[in-house]
Every structure is written in structure tokens, then in C-alpha cells.
């Protein structure tokens, strides 16, 4: 059993930037996949960015080029780096990792994968 605690977001204006960590207790297979999602009120929750054991990287193209996701092993943590943020990326965002130890990386951004979740922190971006 893994526990997965996210920390950061908060309030920013538009343009402005905010980093999201995540600490994962330890990690449920040798894939190390772990990623970043997000739930806006009304809306299903969507894949942001992942990252795997080898540094393979997954954005969505809502935020290519504005955030970037990073992990450092040896702490068991996962971070994303948000820059350029709009009111869209107003959002619930969720960290998470899986217990698959076999994931294509066209699914790396697909929630039903993941098995381990955080509870959320909440991320608001104001115009």
C-alpha cells in the first residue's frame, strides 16, 4: 500500500506561476510511473503530465510548454512546475501512481491506470 500526499497550489493571477510537490510513501512497482491530474467543477478529470522510472515525459497540449514535471527518486517525491498558468488551469489537482508494473506510454496520462491517489490541492488562477 502506497499513500500519496500532495502539497503546494494556492491562489495566483494570470501569468503567474506555482509549484505542486508530491510525496509518495513508497513506490508500488519497478515502473515508477507517476503523474499529475486535474478535476475542474463539472468537468472529468484530466491527465497533466507524467513521468516514468527513465525520465519519459507525457504533457497534455493544454500545458506543453508551460509546466514541467520532474521527480528526485531517492525521495520518493514528484513535482510540477506551473508557469504562464491561465484561469482554465483553475483546477483540483491530484498526484498519483500505479502498481502496474507494464504501461504504453500512449496510456501514461490515463486515469484509469492508476490505482494510488492523493487527496488533492487545489490550484486557482484568477484574470
Known amino acids: 500500500q502506497a499513500q500519496v500526499v500532495e502539497s503546494g497550489g494556492g491562489s495566483v493571477q494570470s501569468g503567474g506561476s506555482l509549484s505542486l510537490s508530491c510525496a509518495v510513501s513508497?513506490?508500488?512497482?519497478?515502473?515508477?510511473?507517476m503523474a499529475w491530474f486535474r478535476q475542474a467543477p463539472g468537468k472529468e478529470r484530466e491527465g497533466v503530465a507524467a513521468?516514468?522510472?527513465?525520465?519519459?515525459?507525457r504533457f497534455a497540449d493544454s500545458v506543453k510548454g508551460r509546466f514541467t514535471i520532474s521527480q528526485d527518486n531517492a525521495r520518493n517525491t514528484l513535482y510540477l512546475q506551473m508557469n504562464s498558468l491561465k484561469p482554465e488551469d483553475t483546477a483540483m489537482y491530484y498526484c498519483?501512481?500505479?502498481?502496474?508494473?507494464?504501461?504504453?506510454?500512449?496510456?501514461?496520462?490515463?486515469?484509469?491506470?492508476?490505482?494510488?491517489w492523493g487527496q488533492g490541492t487545489q490550484v486557482t488562477v484568477s484574470s
Open positions: 513508497r513506490y508500488t512497482s519497478s515502473l515508477y510511473l
Open positions: 498519483a501512481t500505479t502498481s502496474h508494473t507494464y504501461v504504453s506510454d500512449h496510456d501514461y496520462l490515463a486515469p484509469g491506470i492508476y490505482d494510488y
Open positions: 513521468i516514468d522510472s527513465v525520465g519519459s515525459t
